[in-house]
Structure formats: structure tokens, C-alpha cells
């Protein structure tokens, strides 16, 4: 079966979904533990600029929305 060719902007899109699902994982994974709710609140703001800066670098403009990517 052959793969469908992803768009620059499909593609990121797709690797954003990606590393959304797996932060979801980590954070349940680590709801169990104490203290770490705050610590995982940082990390995925620190997450979500960095996402915003690649992804206006890659296709040229802001993104209008990043929880819908």
C-alpha cells in the first residue's frame, strides 16, 4: 500500500497530534505521583511555545489556534 505524501503543513500537523498524544500518556502516567501536576503544567506550556515557534517557522505564519492542531 503506498503512503499518501503530506503536505508541509499536514506533516507538522501530524507530528504536532503526535507529541500531543504522548504528553497525554506522560501525564497520566504521572498523575499518581505527588507534586508533579505543577511540574507537568510548566513542561507542556514550555512545550506548547516551542511548538508555536517551530511551526511559524516551517509554514511562515502564526498558527491560529495550537489546541486545534
Known sequence: MMKRKL????FIKDKLN????MLMERIVE????AGTQ???DIQ???LMTR???LLTLMIGRR???LSQV
Open 18 to 21: 503526535s507529541w500531543k498524544q
Open 7 to 10: 503536505s508541509p503543513h499536514s
Open 30 to 33: 504521572d498523575q499518581n505521583q
Open 51 to 53: 511548538r508555536e515557534t
Open 38 to 40: 505543577i511540574q507537568i
Open 63 to 65: 498558527p491560529e489556534n
Open 44 to 46: 507542556n506550556q514550555i
